[in-house]
């Protein structure tokens, strides 16, 4: 079946330190990628995603991805985290065969000591 | 410019009554989706509109559950016979067109508690 892994359920990460959250899809062909963030009592907010190409992606609050293939992944980093960034990530796909419907990750709930 | 938005943002409800949720999508966006939040299965589509074609229903987890979207624009989605395990939060997301490089934007949600 197919599915999204977020292996890291919590991360607590030290303002200023760098961030990598994991993203793990299988799927038979490259699915489309996407990275959002959920702030609490608000909506999703597209950080960044991926389609072809160049496959390190920059994104919005200073995120990228890398999506390598042979690891099947689409790992989210930030060099250096805000107090802000405490948040949930959730990694989605989309596959083009299935229609346009964003299968997500369980997400990673990151929060961010002082 | 304004985002999605739904309403109400909070809905309690008992066990057995039925219930609306609305989203108004982003002025011009074509396609509409509706998806569910909840502690025990995470994230998961519902329920998709693209202008006059037929939805993909593909997502509801029961016949107790349906949408519409009225003159390709506002959408409702309705749970006839709540149950407390459809206790969750209903997102609705709107994109330009039905086309996968199309951002979907979210709105805020609708909490839904079954008591």
């Known amino acids: 079946a197919q599915s999204v892994t977020q292996p890291d359920i919590h991360i ?3 303002e200023g330190a760098s961030l990598e959250l994991r993203c793990n899809y299988s799927y038979g062909a490259t699915p489309y990628l996407f990275w959002y963030v959920q702030s609490p009592g ?3 907010q597209l950080l960044l995603k991926y389609f072809s190409g160049d496959t390190l992606v920059q994104g919005i609050k200073g995120f990228e991805a890398e999506f390598k293939r042979s690891q099947s992944s689409f790992n989210l980093r930030k060099p250096s985290v805000h107090w802000s960034d405490a948040a949930e990530y959730f990694c989605a796909v989309v596959i083009k065969a299935a229609g346009n419907k964003l299968t997500f990750g369980g997400g990673t709930r990151v929060l961010v000591k002082p | 410019g304004a985002g999605v ?4 943002s909070n809905k309690v409800t008992e066990k057995g009554k039925d219930v609306e949720l609305r989203c108004d999508p982003i ?3 074509t396609a509409l989706y509706w998806y569910r939040q909840s502690l025990g299965q995470g994230l998961e589509f519902l329920i ?3 202008g ?3 939805p993909d229903k593909s997502g509801l987890p029961s016949d107790r559950f ?3 979207r009225t003159g390709g624009s506002v959408s409702t989605l309705t749970i006839q016979r709540t149950q407390q395990e459809d206790s969750a ?3 609705c997301a709107s994109s330009l067109r039905l086309a996968l490089e199309d951002t979907q934007y979210f709105g805020p949600g609708t909490r839904l508690t079954v008591l």
């Open chain 2, 5 to 8: 938005s739904q309403s109400p």
């Open chain 2, 89 to 91: 939060v209903y997102l």
């Open chain 2, 48 to 50: 998709y509109f693209q």
């Open chain 2, 66 to 68: 349906s949408a519409e």
């Open chain 2, 27 to 29: 002025s011009g966006h």
């Open chain 1, 12 to 14: 607590t990460v030290s």
């Open chain 1, 42 to 44: 608000q909506g999703l």
């Open chain 2, 52 to 54: 006059n074609s037929a």
